[in-house]
């Protein structure tokens, strides 16, 4: 892993905004930046600023080593390209993810006639969680870059495979209970939310959120769902979004799609079955699934059966 080989000054100054760190001090140093810049560029102002006595201490310390920290969370990975996919390994890199990279989202977007692959994720410092992109076309070259804005926040961000509209398009949970719908014209920072979704049904009565991305179907969104319950059980579900209106559940499983069976109960976290993503293949939804976090496994449903049982339970027979 390296730094980004170039870092757009506006977009980084937006994300010091964002994040509260673009004082006075901080918006002096990157004045001394090209529009484009590089990690080395960086240090090297921030270096000279660590040798002023008025920048080595207090707020005006914490100024600098944001600067330095926001730039290390956002960088490259570069494999082999000579290497099989299930030998690449993406271990933390940033001092955001000292403790860790949690629960990936991948998704496969389309936008002018290209694929790029992106994945939303967790990195864990031991003791906060932050959202992070991951983005490639190829699996060889890897970009990783913060989140930002005023809804970005706690974890279950889940991107739509395309644009609707003008807008990208993000399910996600900010307040640890509901799932929510984000729009945004730029796909680093997210201003709104609205809310999809609350607890209904027992299985589900603590919390709601996503098991990855919206799979588009002819019958609208397929949207695998979580849901936690008595004792902590996690259980997964299912809803169904209008395909023109996301906003809009047009269907909603009553019971799980999937529940930990009595061999499945016992692992590092008990009872607990959790999905990140799942796809349609031959009529199929395949959907890998951890237990417990403890080890993986799949499951298959048909998609024509789950679609109709989806369809047979609309709002109104559950709102």
């Given at each position: 892993?390296?730094p980004?080989?170039s870092?757009d000054?506006?977009i980084?100054?937006r994300k010091l905004?964002?994040?509260?760190?673009?004082s006075?001090?901080?918006?002096?140093?990157?004045?001394?930046?090209?529009?484009c810049?590089?990690?080395?560029?960086l240090?090297e102002i921030?270096?000279q600023?660590?040798?002023?006595?008025r920048?080595?201490?207090?707020?005006s310390k914490?100024?600098?080593?944001?600067?330095l920290?926001?730039a290390?969370?956002?960088?490259e990975?570069?494999?082999d390209?000579s290497?099989d996919y299930?030998?690449l390994?993406?271990?933390?890199?940033s001092?955001t993810?000292?403790r860790g990279?949690?629960?990936?989202?991948?998704v496969?977007?389309?936008?002018?006639?290209?694929?790029?692959?992106?994945?939303t994720y967790?990195?864990?410092d031991g003791?906060?969680?932050?959202p992070?992109?991951?983005?490639?076309?190829?699996?060889a070259?890897?970009k990783?870059?913060?989140?930002?804005?005023?809804?970005?926040?706690?974890k279950n961000?889940?991107?739509f495979?395309?644009?609707l509209?003008?807008?990208?398009a993000?399910?996600?949970?900010?307040?640890?209970?509901?799932?929510?719908?984000?729009?945004s014209?730029?796909?680093?920072?997210?201003?709104?939310?609205?809310?999809l979704?609350r607890?209904?049904?027992?299985?589900?009565?603590?919390?709601?959120g996503?098991c990855?991305?919206?799979i588009?179907?002819k019958?609208?969104?397929l949207?695998?769902?979580h849901?936690?319950?008595?004792m902590?059980?996690?259980?997964?579900g299912a809803i169904l979004?209008?395909?023109?209106?996301?906003g809009q559940v047009?269907?909603r499983?009553r019971?799980?799609l999937?529940e930990p069976?009595?061999?499945?109960?016992d692992?590092?976290?008990?009872n607990?079955v959790?999905s990140?993503g799942?796809l349609i293949h031959?009529?199929k939804?395949?959907?890998?699934?951890a237990?417990?976090d403890?080890?993986?496994t799949?499951a298959t449903?048909?998609?024509e059966e789950?679609l109709s049982?989806?369809?047979?339970n609309p709002p109104e027979?559950?709102?």
């Amino acid at each position: 892993a390296h730094p980004n080989s170039s870092y757009d000054k506006h977009i980084f100054e937006r994300k010091l905004f964002e994040m509260g760190l673009l004082s006075h001090i901080a918006q002096r140093l990157m004045d001394k930046l090209p529009d484009c810049f590089n990690y080395e560029e960086l240090q090297e102002i921030t270096n000279q600023a660590r040798r002023s006595d008025r920048l080595a201490y207090g707020d005006s310390k914490h100024i600098v080593e944001g600067l330095l920290s926001l730039a290390q969370a956002n960088y490259e990975i570069s494999f082999d390209t000579s290497k099989d996919y299930s030998e690449l390994v993406i271990f933390p890199n940033s001092p955001t993810e000292r403790r860790g990279i949690e629960d990936a989202r991948f998704v496969a977007f389309e936008e002018d006639g290209q694929t790029t692959y992106y994945a939303t994720y967790s990195a864990y410092d031991g003791q906060l969680a932050f959202p992070q992109l991951l983005e490639t076309t190829d699996f060889a070259q890897f970009k990783i870059v913060t989140l930002n804005g005023p809804e970005v926040a706690n974890k279950n961000m889940a991107l739509f495979p395309r644009k609707l509209g003008d807008s990208y398009a993000m399910l996600s949970r900010q307040d640890g209970e509901n799932l929510y719908l984000m729009y945004s014209d730029q796909l680093h920072f997210w201003y709104k939310k609205r809310i999809l979704m609350r607890p209904t049904y027992p299985w589900e009565f603590i919390q709601v959120g996503n098991c990855g991305s919206p799979i588009e179907t002819k019958a609208g969104w397929l949207v695998l769902t979580h849901g936690v319950g008595p004792m902590r059980k996690y259980t997964i579900g299912a809803i169904l979004l209008d395909i023109n209106d996301p906003g809009q559940v047009i269907g909603r499983l009553r019971e799980p799609l999937l529940e930990p069976t009595q061999e499945e109960r016992d692992g590092y976290v008990p009872n607990v079955v959790y999905s990140c993503g799942s796809l349609i293949h031959a009529d199929k939804l395949i959907i890998p699934y951890a237990l417990s976090d403890q080890s993986t496994t799949f499951a298959t449903v048909s998609v024509e059966e789950l679609l109709s049982e989806l369809k047979a339970n609309p709002p109104e027979q559950y709102s």
